[in-house]
């Protein structure tokens, strides 16, 4: 079992920028590779991005390139999001996630955190 505690999330006005945290415990952190993702009201979870296990790796979907930077810290057991140049459209409920591989298929990640709202205001 990974338990996942996502922190971070807020208020902020557009062209502004939040960290968002997310910690885990249980099982051996620096074995999974970690995803972010996001839902907002009336639509499907969506993958952000995600780091795999070493950090050497990563993907972002299209909207966020250039904008977002996922990394981890595996002596902390933390991955983070820093999110720039946030939009409106940015607006949802972002949750951590942990697979045993490195993914862009939401169906692979197994554990999951409670998720953070994020709210950007035009």
């Known amino acids: 079992q990974v338990q996942l505690v996502e922190s971070g999330g807020g208020l902020v006005q557009a062209g502004g920028s939040l960290r968002l945290s997310c910690a885990a415990s249980g099982r051996t952190f620096s074995s999974f590779a970690m995803g972010w993702f996001r839902q907002a009201p009336g639509k499907e979870r969506e993958l952000v991005a995600t780091i795999g296990s070493s950090g050497l790796i990563t993907y972002y979907r299209d909207s966020v390139k250039g904008r977002f930077t996922i990394s981890r810290d595996n002596a902390k057991n933390t991955v983070y999001l820093q999110m720039n140049s946030l939009k409106p459209e940015d607006t949802a409920v972002y949750y951590c996630?942990?697979?045993?591989?490195?993914?862009?298929?939401?169906?692979?990640?197994?554990?999951w955190g409670q998720g953070t709202q994020v709210t950007v205001s035009s």
């Open positions: 996630a942990a697979s045993t591989r490195f993914s862009v298929v939401i169906g692979t990640y197994d554990y």
